[in-house]
């Protein structure tokens, strides 16, 4: 059974500080995605990562992936109150048409 | 853009009643889903549809059922609404014709039984 860990569950960060939100998953998996929620709304696409050692970024937020160690990193540079959200990571298992959930990080950014 | 509606975004019901959750979207993709979020427990999977009449159960299916006459809808039915039931529905969808194969989500449906 394919399992997705996140961690932290909640981070609260100063403005202007750098961090990361970690993602383990258990199983091979063809792609990984990030995905932000603000509060009360749907949930929208981040990224998508591929291949090992895919690196994508926008912005103060930068994915990248290491399939062998089945983890993928979020990270965030000089953060910005903007960027307070929940941000899930989700796995594809593999051979299906089916999306497995992180628990989500609750990232909060105060002055 | 890629586009998906629910038919509503705040609900309340009856313990006991028949509760329909509808869904639309207008990029003709083949896959559909329904995923209910609770604090804590992230995302979960209750149905999914991969073409017009074809269903899969998910992780958690119990007391739901769904529907897809069309390829642009897909509904999620509660045949008989529990307090347990009471969460936020998200419905996606996804195209089978790309590389990157993402899920585009509606904007959710919050769903509080008494």
């Known amino acids: 059974e394919l399992k997705v860990e996140q961690n932290p569950l909640f981070l609260s960060m100063q403005e202007g500080k750098n961090y990361t939100i970690y993602c383990n998953y258990s199983?091979?998996?063809?792609?990984l995605y990030w995905y932000r929620q603000d509060p009360g709304k749907s949930l929208e696409s981040l990224f998508v990562?591929?291949?090992?050692?895919a690196v994508k970024q926008e912005g103060r937020l930068m994915a990248s992936l290491d399939t062998k160690a089945r983890l993928s990193t979020l990270h965030i540079t000089a953060a910005v109150h903007d960027l307070s959200a929940t941000y899930f990571c989700?796995?594809?298992?593999?051979?299906?048409?089916?999306?497995?959930f992180g628990t989500g990080t609750r990232l909060q950014v105060f002055p | 853009d890629v586009k998906v509606t629910q038919s509503s975004r705040y609900l309340v019901k009856r313990t006991g009643e028949k509760v329909f959750l509808e869904c639309v979207q207008d990029?003709?993709?083949?896959?559909m889903f329904w995923y209910r979020q609770d604090p804590g427990l992230g995302l979960r999977l209750i149905y999914f549809?991969?073409?017009?009449?074809?269903?899969e159960k998910g992780d958690i299916p119990e007391g739901y059922s769904v529907s897809r006459e069309k390829k642009e809808r897909f509904s999620l039915i509660l045949e008989s609404a529990s307090t347990n039931q009471t969460s936020m529905y998200l419905c996606?969808?996804?195209?089978?014709?790309?590389?990157?194969?993402?899920?585009?989500f509606g904007p959710g449906t919050r769903l509080t039984v008494t």
């Open positions: 996606a969808s996804r195209g089978t014709g790309t590389v990157l194969y993402e899920q585009y």
């Open positions: 199983t091979t998996s063809d792609r």
């Open positions: 990562l591929l291949s090992n050692g």
């Open positions: 989700a796995v594809d298992l593999k051979s299906t048409d089916k999306l497995i």
């Open positions: 990029m003709d993709h083949e896959n």
């Open positions: 549809s991969y073409d017009v009449k074809m269903k």
